[in-house]
Structure formats: structure tokens, C-alpha cells
């Protein structure tokens, strides 16, 4: 795997967008796009730069495989493989979304009534 595709997918993990990591490295969001496009040859010093963005060693970086990453985390003693287990009855569920509903009911009404009074002024 191309470390240019090791990068954007420790970025899009740290939910980093590509305009930030641009900012954050003093180039262009169309500089930054061809890092991780490989377009781009990239210095050590710049990977240096990008691990340290990100949070991680340039060898975690050179090195980054995502199913390791998934593994270790999901295999985490007692995770229950990175689910959650929620036990609720059915008439739980049912009150959170009728109360889910007349949430949105309120806001609707609401935003309908902020519509009227703007289309009075007009």
C-alpha cells in the first residue's frame, strides 16, 4: 500500500478534512489533494510533518495497515467486538420515537409559524 493512501486514511480517521491538513502544513487544498492522490513525491521531512498532524509516529505512518487498526480495536478485552448490546422492550422503543415524533412536530410548527410571520412582513 502506497503511503499516499496510508495518509488519507489516517486523516479521514482522525475525521480531518483535506482543507485543514492543507492549513495545517501551510499549502494549498489542491497541494494537499496531491499528497494523497501520489501525485506528489513527498520529502521525509513532509511525512514528519503529516504524522505529527495526525497524531502518530512517520512509521506508524509508513506502515499503517487499517485491518490491524480494526482488529486491535474491536479485539479489545470484554468490547463485545465493537457492538453495543441494548436491552429494551419493544414499548421502549415504541415512547422514544412517539417522543421523537412530537419533537419534531414542535419544531415544525414552529419553523411554519417563523415562515408566516416573515411572509406577513413581506
Aim: charged share 30%.
Amino acid at each position: 500500500m502506497a503511503i499516499s493512501d496510508n495518509i488519507r486514511k489516517m486523516r479521514e480517521l482522525r475525521n480531518f478534512t483535506q482543507e485543514y491538513m492543507a492549513n495545517q502544513l501551510g499549502i494549498t487544498q489542491a497541494g494537499y489533494s496531491k499528497i494523497e492522490s501520489g501525485t506528489t513525491d513527498i520529502t521525509f521531512s513532509k511525512i514528519e510533518e503529516i504524522a505529527g498532524i495526525l497524531s502518530v509516529t512517520p512509521a506508524d505512518l509508513v506502515a499503517f495497515d487499517s485491518q490491524k487498526y480494526f482488529n486491535s480495536f474491536n479485539n479489545v478485552e470484554g468490547s463485545n467486538n465493537g457492538s453495543v448490546i441494548i436491552d429494551m422492550k419493544t414499548d421502549d422503543i415504541k415512547k422514544l420515537y412517539e417522543d421523537k415524533i412530537s419533537l419534531l412536530e414542535k419544531l415544525l410548527s414552529k419553523a411554519e409559524a417563523e415562515l408566516k410571520k416573515y411572509g406577513d412582513k413581506n
